[in-house]
């Protein structure tokens, strides 16, 4: 386990979904280095199936030595998190850190807050035991889990960075391998049972479900082979970029104004550039005639995949398959215009 350092004394931070499971376990580790800590849920009542309210979240974390503001907060509600923050505000004098959900706009926050504010997101490697894990793998899931707990120690390693780590998309086994943790033994709910890999990571299966049959244990998901990776028809990228072009106009351009440059390998690959600044937009082989704005680099089997909804950028970027430079604000505006191609392609 990390051991806290004191490191956030006196800092403010404000976590949703603090009332249970993975946000809760965040805020007892800040709040035992004497942190504040602003619970955002929305449960303010004991849930027939699910443990803790926002005040019972509150009374654990001021047994630890931290501070609380319990703060009704429905995320999807703008007026409700504008009250927590003022609230916020007005009882711990401002907030240093944040817990929110995270995607693409995590690229988008870096950039625009570059210097100011660090904003990061962190992904669990495996399964992590939790209510909403009970109730959607069964019975016995939980010994293919870890703690919350390996959550709050990565999580607490990133307050630690200072504000030029921004940007990342970490994974919490790998931030605490840098912190020197080697026993990860000790966040399994059963050490030694083979973990369940998360939903999300860009994990085959396969290699986790021999392991865990060869120990008598029943996988809890659907077991598929890994197939190899077909390589783009011929012409496919042209294809892509032809279909593009038919579908810009004045009014994409306005709302995007950048250019793009893709740096493609593999079959059908080179680069090429999508000018959504010039009138009319453009496409084409080669250098545009001004500089990007953002240059990606990909295969063009995963470029294709992600014009036509097969690979999401997010996914792409985070496990290391689509790399970017430039400006972020603007690779996520690019992002709309895919998803406005997907059904053409």
């Known amino acids: 386990m990390l051991p806290n ?6 800092c403010t ?12 376990a965040i805020a007892l580790k800040a709040a035992k280095d004497g942190a504040n800590i602003v619970i955002a849920a929305k449960t303010t009542h004991p849930h ?7 005040y019972t979240a509150a009374e654990e974390i001021e047994a630890v030595g931290g501070k609380a503001l319990p703060c009704i907060v429905d995320v999807r509600d703008e007026q409700q998190i504008s009250d927590a923050v003022e609230k916020a505000v007005e009882k711990f004098g401002a907030y240093t ?11 988008g926050m870096a950039e625009e ?5 660090a904003v990061n997101a962190l992904w669990p490697k495996t399964a992590i035991h939790t209510a909403a894990m009970d109730m959607l793998g069964g019975s016995g899931i939980e010994s293919q889990c870890r703690k919350v707990d390996i959550i709050a120690d990565a999580a607490y390693a ?15 086994e790998n931030i605490l391998k840098e912190e020197g943790i080697k026993n990860f033994d000790a966040y399994a709910i059963k050490p030694g049972h083979p973990l369940l890999p998360d ?19 029943v996988p809890e998901f659907k077991e598929e082979k890994p197939q190899p990776q077909p390589k783009p028809r011929l012409g496919a990228v042209e294809e892509t970029f032809r279909i593009v072009k038919d579908s810009l106009s004045d009014d994409v351009v306005k709302a995007t104004q950048g250019i793009y440059l893709f740096e493609l390998s593999g079959e059908d690959g080179g680069t090429w550039f999508l000018d959504l600044k010039s009138k009319g937009g453009n496409v084409g082989y080669g250098e545009p005639s001004d500089q990007a704005d953002v240059v990606m680099s990909m295969s063009t089997d995963d470029f294709v995949k992600m014009f036509s909804g097969k690979l999401k950028p997010t996914m792409a970027f ?3 398959r689509l790399k970017i430079k430039g400006n972020m604000a603007l690779a996520i505006k690019l992002e709309k215009l895919m998803s406005q191609m997907n059904a053409r392609l």
């Open 113 to 117: 807050f570059k210097g100011e504010i």
């Open 5 to 10: 350092t004191g490191r956030l004394a006196g």
């Open 158 to 172: 990133i307050f630690k960075k200072p504000k030029n780590f921004t940007g990342n998309f970490v994974i919490d």
């Open 97 to 107: 850190i944040a817990k929110y959900g995270m995607s693409m706009c995590v690229l």
């Open 13 to 24: 931070v404000f976590i949703t979904g603090a009332s249970r499971g993975i946000g809760k």
């Open 199 to 217: 939903f999300f990571l860009d994990e085959y299966p396969e290699p986790l479900t021999k392991k865990m049959e060869s120990t008598g244990a």
């Open 318 to 320: 985070m496990s290391g």
């Open 48 to 54: 027939p199936k699910l443990p803790g309210t926002i």
